[in-house]
């Protein structure tokens, strides 16, 4: 008998006791928990994303779609880097003021090179205000997982506010499964050591986050 | 369950010999109550927490209640993203499973993102002995690991460990490894983090083959998900060309939108955090982006003989935010190696003799380490009535009783050196029943405290040797009760207390 037959006829005769009338998925699990907690309009939505954000040690920046190119590269001045990663689809304009050199998003690029990259600038599929979460989908102004995990800055850009939802819940309903997904909360940390916070033990240890308004026609 | 510590004491003598070393307390103590602070304030922020409890018990009860119909939707998912689906009975199949995977890629290194299954299987041992290197890659895990030591929380694996003695280790240790720690490296945490950076990166960044664990599975959509703080969960899922992941068979749920709830509860009732900073989905394989091969090893190794045990069945909902280890009164004194398993605290008290049953000693005591206060049932995510299940299990090691064992129906005989306590249960038993002599005794104790030795006689010595006896109050609670109308007269003040 194979390991499969084995552990699923186990699984069957340690389950004896259940009916095979017993109380289907839909009936089983009671939703009475919120879709969101609080009445907020749009705008302290936003608010709240950015305070959440920065109390997990994200920074924070606000600007328009006029603006957006500037902002950019002022951060990248700021960090002082000279190259950037560019995912295959992010909206050219976006660099126009730096002159970091961009280095594309390639299959065969190795860690090793990544690692030699400053920072990394991407868009993301939506952001959750009441946790100051972002999350990246591996869409193609996101480009693949490991561009914003390899380079030690990185540069998120959330459209205002038609990326950002209230909650978890939203967030899962408009997010695709059978995408990867990251969710990024505040730049990698630990507290491995007597508990003390510490950034960056392996991620990027710079996240910041543009809040761009006026881009979502 | 591989994996028992070897040579372990049973749990009195080892929580004895952890209770009197004072670093180890200090340590604990400071941070299990940091966390729990810590952890109050991040639940009472969401104002629905009482029905996320709920709906997080009975998503994961409705599961077990149907494991075998969505095992096998999950493994149709899984496969249908482009993954390999394997199935391991025990510690050593999976062992051998995952060794043999390795192998065929051609590899003698694997990079692995901290996992609660593969340290149950006792996974690095086994690589090791088939001449594979497997390396943690979780800050925590790494000063275990080079410190040659076993974990001892779930969340934070070297909580014992002060910032001095991982100094210590990174300077030693680090050179055997891979890349030495920096030439005059302090006791601060944000050198020590940077010093495990570069002695990790350079693991990572050459790294083919992944190792990992996941904190749930969607049955509906065949996806994964691990819940990290540090980065080194995305190193391991994303860099390498292959990834494979060992799971116990228990950590389904049956839709994407069940995520809702625990992505909720987990990191409030773990990090005490709104989010953790990152949380990874994968489905199978991307093209271009991640991992182009993927295995999941599906792990029963114990969890159908738990399954079968309708009282001991809800440790199955357990999904490892280690809360109540925080919270336990037995556990911050005792520390987590006391338990000889890698599942510490009130979870590892009622998880590890179902996994492992109760034949040897230190599984025999486990259910006896505990207070039984409560706490942890009251912290639970999940609302797992760990006391009960504590009384369920002592009632099958003092008298023994059907279980399953390796999936066949048994009749456990009473455990050796539980007469005593055979003989206070049926003592309890009748004192209970009987309150005119249960009040005699409590006077009669009060009144001859003096006397009373710091070390019981007898058959109570087995018990007493690894505590230090109560003092005895001056005037029993009943009479106290009584003496001062519940506290309202006399300003609810004993007489003769010190
Ligand atoms: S038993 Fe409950 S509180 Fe303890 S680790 Fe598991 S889910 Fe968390």
């Avoid at chain 2, 029905?51 to 998912?77: C, N």
């Avoid at chain 2, 904190?215 to 996806?223: D, K, R, Y």
């Avoid at chain 2, 792990?299 to 909902?317: K, P, S």
């Avoid at chain 2, 456990?412 to 055979?422: D, Q, Y």
Wanted: proline share 6%; with cysteine.
């Amino acid at each position: 008998m194979s390991s499969r037959e084995l552990i699923l006829g186990r699984v069957r005769r340690a389950l004896a006791d259940v009916r095979p009338d017993d109380t289907p998925y839909e009936q089983a699990v009671p939703r009475g928990y919120l879709r969101e907690h609080g009445d907020r309009i749009v705008e302290e939505t936003v608010e709240l994303l950015a305070e959440n954000l920065a109390d997990y040690r994200a920074l924070v920046h606000r600007t328009d779609t006029d603006g957006l190119a500037g902002t950019i590269a002022g951060l990248l001045a700021a960090h002082g880097s000279s190259s950037v990663l560019v995912p295959p689809g992010l909206p050219q304009e976006w660099l126009a003021g730096t002159d970091a050199a961009r280095v594309a998003d390639r299959v065969e690029s190795t860690p090793h090179e990544l690692d030699q990259v400053d920072s990394v600038v991407t868009a993301c599929a939506l952001a959750i205000a009441e946790t100051g979460t972002i999350v990246l989908d591996g869409s193609p102004d996101q480009g693949r997982r490991r561009i914003t995990l390899v380079p030690d800055h990185h540069i998120c850009v959330v459209r205002v506010p038609d990326q950002v939802v209230s909650s978890v819940p939203q967030a899962l309903e408009r997010l695709d499964p059978t995408r990867p997904l990251t969710w990024i909360s505040g730049p990698s940390a630990t507290s491995d050591i007597e508990l003390d916070r510490v950034e960056g033990v392996h991620g990027p240890r710079t996240l910041e986050v543009v809040l761009v308004t006026g881009g979502g026609d | 369950m591989s994996g028992t510590f070897v040579g372990m004491p049973a749990f009195p003598k080892a929580a004895h010999e952890a209770v009197h070393n004072t670093t180890l307390r200090g340590n604990l103590r400071h941070a299990t109550h940091t966390i729990r602070g810590k952890r109050a304030k991040a639940v009472t922020e969401v104002s629905d927490w009482a029905e996320l409890r709920e709906a997080g018990k009975r998503i994961k009860d409705h599961t077990l209640r149907h494991l075998d119909r969505y095992l096998v939707q999950l493994e149709e998912s899984v496969t249908a993203a482009g993954g390999t689906v394997h199935w391991a009975a025990d510690a050593d199949e999976a062992n051998r499973i995952v060794t043999y995977l390795v192998k065929a890629t051609g590899e003698s290194e694997v990079v692995k993102v901290k996992s609660m299954a593969t340290q149950e299987i006792g996974l690095n041992e086994a690589l090791e002995a088939e001449g594979i290197h497997a390396y943690e890659t979780d800050l925590a895990e790494l000063i275990v690991q080079l410190g040659k030591d076993r974990p001892s929380h779930i969340l934070v694996p070297a909580i014992h460990r002060n910032r001095g003695e991982i100094r210590d280790i990174f300077a030693r240790e680090m050179s055997e490894w891979g890349r030495p720690a920096p030439e005059g490296l302090t006791d601060t945490p944000a050198e020590l983090a940077e010093a495990a950076r570069l002695h990790l990166r350079e693991k990572f960044l050459r790294a083919k083959v992944g190792v990992s664990g996941a904190n749930f599975m969607v049955a509906e959509t065949g996806t994964l998900v691990v819940v990290e703080s540090e980065g080194n969960g995305r190193m391991c899922l994303t860099l390498p060309e292959t990834l494979i992941s060992v799971v116990g068979i228990e950590k389904i749920v049956p839709t994407w939108q069940d995520l809702e709830v625990f992505l909720q509860t987990l990191p409030r009732s773990s990090t005490a955090e709104r989010m953790n900073p990152y949380t990874s989905t994968w489905t199978g394989t991307t093209d271009e982006d991640g991992p182009s091969t993927f295995h999941l090893v599906l792990i029963d190794n114990g969890r159908t003989d738990t399954l079968a045990d309708e009282v001991g069945r809800q440790a199955l909902r357990c999904i490892r935010c280690s809360a109540c280890l925080n919270v336990c009164p037995v556990y911050e004194r005792a520390g987590g190696h006391a338990y000889g398993s890698v599942y510490p605290g009130p979870i590892g008290a009622i998880l590890s003799p179902q996994l492992r049953g109760t034949a040897s000693e230190i599984d025999a005591s486990l259910p006896y380490a505990s207070s039984l206060c409560g706490a942890c049932y009251e912290v639970c995510p999940v609302a797992i009535d760990i006391p009960e299940v504590l009384v369920h299990l002592r009632e099958r090691v003092a008298q023994g009783g059907p279980a399953t064992e390796k999936g066949n129906k048994v009749v456990l005989k009473p455990a050796k050196g539980h007469a005593a306590e055979r003989a206070a249960m049926r003592a309890a038993r009748w004192a209970l029943s009987h309150p005119g002599a249960l009040r005699t005794g409590q006077r009669l104790a009060s009144r001859t405290r003096r006397l009373h030795p710091r070390t019981l006689p007898g058959p109570g010595k087995a018990w007493s040797a690894s505590r230090d006896l109560p003092a005895v109050p001056a005037e029993p609670f009943r009479d106290w009760w009584q003496r001062t109308n519940g506290g309202r007269t006399n300003g609810g003040k004993q007489e003769g207390t010190k």
